[in-house]
């Protein structure tokens, strides 16, 4: 389950970010293509 894994230590580092006020977490939407291994952040 590395993708599981993957996607939850994102999770953990922007509510991090969000409790700390310390840095700006991602902007608006962020999409993981498991397939291809690539992870991009899009701005709604």
């Given at each position: 389950?590395?993708?599981?894994?993957?996607?939850?230590?994102?999770?953990?580092?922007?509510?991090?970010?969000?409790?700390?006020?310390q840095?700006?977490?991602?902007?608006?939407?962020?999409?993981?293509?498991?397939?291809t291994?690539?992870?991009q952040?899009?701005?709604?």
């Open positions: 389950h590395p993708i599981a894994a993957l996607l939850g230590g994102i999770v953990a580092q922007e509510t991090i970010k969000l409790i700390t006020h840095y700006l977490p991602v902007d608006n939407t962020f999409v993981y293509d498991g397939h291994g690539n992870g952040t899009f701005r709604l």
